[in-house]
């Protein structure tokens, strides 16, 4: 990759070098750190309804524990991104699933509604490392095309996790309870910091850093580089794309088990079958960018994303049979497997002197809507739909905006 004197494409299709070092066994491994946080999460919402009877407390209050994760997990990339570019991928990453661990512990203990809230405060802190560094360990070894299909790979294998924890988690919700859950979450974890401690090693060298640091310093603000409008429009485009997701994550308990009347197993079926679109459709993705550009690729995903959520509401609209209402949430979801993994590798592309701080802030976007939507689509309780679909389909029109206001031309990296 050029250095911040350099320029680069929005859509570069040149590759370098250092793509070379994306090896299966680095994107597995990158994929298990990118995908525990959003493990500890999906695994434990078929428990929701249980949470909200043993906790004796409400459904509004239960969604804090959700709520509070994200907050977390977006200040942590706020702090483990920077932190990478500054000291180098690995020791972030340690501290970050140290302290994923110990949360994990704290949160399988608790013993009241407030000490859960607060331990999966911590969680999301400790869990944000994997995901914001493992996005910046990519692009420290490939841009352009070699990095849009990295990262639709390792959404493959992040993508595991939704359809294996919503299963797991309808499946074994009445044998052993939430906190069994997350019990599981706390296993996990600790195979994250393992696997950091036995595989991850340095790619952010600290003559790189060093070379980064000296020209950041002779052209200002550390940030400057962050001001591009590519990087902000592509970033905007992953933060809405996820939050549409995020949406239907966090009103699919309530809307397939109260609305719908499934069961905990078959609410993890169905929330499984939306996860393997998803994959699937990363899969295309990967297949596509071969051929065709990664901006076309990603403006067809958000033209599906756009029809599904404009069809949700419709739906929702005019009152059709509940069951109905899966259909373009299934058509939404997987269509982001063509969005999420190209507008990453653009954005990222552009901003090549600050990787771990761009991760950050695509990262705290991401989440930080996340955190937003969640207790919006539960404003109406179990009753309605009309708060998902309102959400749903305002996150795909801003997204949509945003990709048009991301300039498809040639921009400086810094």
């Not at 993508?159 to 906190?179: E, K, Q």
């Not at 595989?199 to 580089?225: C, F, W, Y």
């Not at 949406?247 to 393997?276: C, D, H």
Request: aromatic content about 6%.
């Amino acid at each position: 990759m050029t250095t911040d004197t350099g320029t680069i494409h929005a859509d570069i299709a040149t590759p370098t070098t250092r793509q070379q070092g994306i090896t299966t066994a680095l994107l597995l491994v990158l994929g298990l750190l990118s995908a525990v946080a959003p493990f500890a999460t999906d695994l434990y919402l078929p428990a929701f309804p249980e949470m909200t009877t043993e906790l004796q407390t409400s459904a509004t209050t239960v969604q804090l524990t959700l709520t509070a994760f994200l907050v977390g997990v977006t200040v942590g990339q706020l702090v483990f991104g920077p932190l990478s570019d500054r000291f180098g991928r690995v020791p972030p990453l340690v501290a970050g699933a140290a302290l994923c661990v110990l949360a994990s512990a704290a949160a399988v203990f608790a013993p009241s509604i407030g000490v859960l809230v607060a331990a999966r405060l911590l969680q999301g802190l400790g869990g944000a490392a994997g995901m914001v560094i493992s996005r910046a360990v990519i692009s420290d070894l490939a841009t352009g095309k070699p990095a849009a299909r990295a990262f639709s790979l390792m959404m493959i294998v992040g993508g595991v996790d939704p359809v294996v924890a919503p299963l797991l988690g309808g499946l074994l919700t009445g044998p052993i309870g939430w906190r069994g859950l997350l019990t599981i979450v706390l296993g996990l974890s600790v195979v994250m910091l393992v696997a950091v401690l036995a595989v991850i090693r340095e790619t952010h060298l600290r003559s790189r850093r060093d070379e980064l640091r000296a020209e950041r310093q002779a052209t200002g603000s550390p940030l400057r580089a962050l001001r591009s409008q590519t990087f902000l429009g592509y970033t905007a485009v992953f933060g809405f794309a996820f939050a549409v997701m995020m949406a239907y994550i966090s009103a699919s308990p309530f809307l397939y088990q109260e609305m719908i009347g499934f069961g905990t197993v078959e609410y993890g079926i169905a929330f499984g079958i939306n996860a393997l679109a998803l994959m699937g459709v990363s899969i295309l993705s990967a297949k596509l960018t071969e051929k065709h550009s990664v901006r076309g690729v990603l403006s067809l995903g958000i033209v599906l994303v756009l029809a599904s959520t404009v069809a949700f509401a419709v739906l929702v609209a005019t009152s059709a049979p509940v069951i109905a209402l899966a259909v373009p949430l299934f058509t939404a979801v997987g269509s982001l497997g063509l969005v999420l993994g190209n507008a990453t590798a653009l954005a990222l592309g552009a901003v090549p002197s600050a990787a771990g701080s761009a991760s950050a802030v695509l990262g705290a976007l991401q989440f930080g809507l996340a955190a937003l939507v969640s207790p919006l689509v539960s404003i109406g309780g179990s009753a309605t739909a009309a708060p998902l679909a309102v959400v749903m389909l305002a996150a795909a029109v801003v997204a949509v905006i945003a990709l048009l206001a991301a300039r498809g031309r040639t921009v400086r990296a810094a």
